[in-house]
């Protein structure tokens, strides 16, 4: 990117030049991570930036908001159509944000609340007792068996034992599809609100390779980065019956002016998501996902679940003889970024776990097919196996940097 204006700052052009070269000539392995498109990147960047629209289209408490409303409206419309959702939000700032609203909008403080344990691959939102949910909330948290796979038996007896108000399914190192329509009938069985944090598989669901909670479930949340490939940002959707309580709990309960620019980042990447190339993206995520698990397998990995039907794969590295972090370390010398994270039933601590986690986003935005996902494979077995040997590192750096130069930095002019 030629950042031309911001030559005159020269300490952020310097860091954003570096920054771009890392992004050129490494793998980008975090499942959370994607390369947006030109167009979101435009919008993102965009003069939208200077205004401030406190409200909602048609009831602002600002003037000038003919084009932000339109924008906003269009990003709404838009998401619907890519969800099947009846009401939709699009002010949320990130998801985080995103799950309090939903929170604040649809509990009281202390109400009972059930998510996926944070070291078992749930979301820091979803309860940790740290976090703003599990101070406000009374948790109680579920967990995957000691094969990886969510333990739903368990899920079903924890709502009838404590009958909570909410509860959240969907993930954040969980490398399996899931069963909506249990979690949907578990929920009913206690009158609890079913909640679905989609922002990991949101692009695999818009691109119809995974199923969609979006018409059965309560409320919808997701991250409009990650595999939806847009703007940082997220998006709350749910039925018209909660659709007051949403949008009153983002606006004026827990933000303030919405950030424009990035909702026309949103409303683009939602246009692109509905185009039917969208699909093939999503569906080739998953296939380059499947080909870079079983190439580890064949490299002598263990896998939680021994494999992935999404774009996420989950390594347990405990007869690897090294740890999450020393493999981060590993891969950040040779040019791969994946990141260290922890299995179920950790035996290690979340600073320097058992785990690595690894997706297949960015990489296929990329243009990365199932051959590159050999390649891949192979230079991490190759990378972890020589950790401690600099020469060896660097040499695969080179390889992994020739590769990567084959394929353009998406959005990059
Ligand atoms: C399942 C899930 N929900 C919510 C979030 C939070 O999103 P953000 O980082 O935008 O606050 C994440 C991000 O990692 C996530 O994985």
Not at 340 to 350: D, G, L, M, V
Request: with cysteine.
């Amino acid at each position: 990117m030629q950042f031309t204006s911001l030559q005159q700052d020269s300490e952020i052009y310097a860091a954003l030049q570096a920054e771009t070269s890392r992004q050129r000539e490494g793998i980008e392995l975090i499942p959370s991570e994607n390369y947006t498109s030109a167009a979101v990147l435009e919008a993102a960047g965009s003069i939208l930036t200077n205004k401030y629209s406190e409200g909602y289209p048609g009831k602002r408490y600002y003037g000038g908001q003919v084009n932000v409303d339109a924008i906003e409206n269009i990003a709404i419309e838009r998401a619907k159509k890519l969800f099947s959702a009846e009401h939709v939000n699009v002010q949320p700032y990130s998801g985080s944000p995103a799950n309090a609203a939903v929170y604040f909008a649809l509990l009281n403080y202390g109400d009972t609340i059930m998510g996926l344990k944070l070291d078992h691959g749930g979301h820091i939102t979803h309860g940790l007792p740290i976090s703003f949910s599990g101070r406000s909330y009374k948790v109680v948290p579920y967990t995957c068996k000691p094969d990886g796979w969510l333990d739903m038996d368990e899920v079903e007896r924890l709502a009838q034992e404590h009958k909570p108000k909410l509860i959240v399914a969907g993930f954040t190192a969980y490398p399996r599809a899931i069963d909506w329509q249990r979690f949907r009938a578990i929920a009913d069985s206690v009158n609890a609100v079913a909640f679905a944090d989609i922002s990991h598989t949101a692009g695999l669901i818009a691109g119809k390779q995974l199923e969609n909670p979006t018409p059965y479930f309560d409320v919808v949340m997701t991250t409009t980065h990650k595999t939806m490939r847009g703007p940082r940002g997220a998006i709350i959707m749910c039925k018209e019956k909660y659709a007051a309580a949403i949008d009153k709990a983002v606006f004026p309960g827990l933000q303030g002016g919405p950030h424009d620019h990035i909702i026309a980042g949103k409303a683009v990447c939602f246009a692109e998501a509905l185009q039917p190339d969208f699909q093939n993206y999503a569906r080739q995520i998953i296939l380059n996902a499947k080909a870079l698990a079983d190439a580890l397998k064949s490299h002598g990995f263990k896998l939680v679940t021994d494999g992935t039907d999404t774009h996420l794969i989950l390594i347990d590295l405990t007869n690897k003889n090294i740890t999450g972090k020393q493999a981060q370390t590993a891969l950040d010398a040779v040019g791969i970024t994946a990141n260290k994270n922890t299995i179920p039933h950790e035996p290690r601590s979340p600073m320097d776990p058992s785990g690595l986690r690894l997706g297949t986003p960015a990489a296929t935005t990329r243009g990365m097919k199932e051959a590159a996902m050999q390649k891949i494979a192979a230079w991490i077995n190759d990378a972890l196996a020589s950790k401690d040997d600099a020469a060896k590192l660097q040499a695969i750096k080179e390889e992994v940097k020739s590769f990567c130069l084959q394929f353009p930095l998406p959005g990059v002019h």
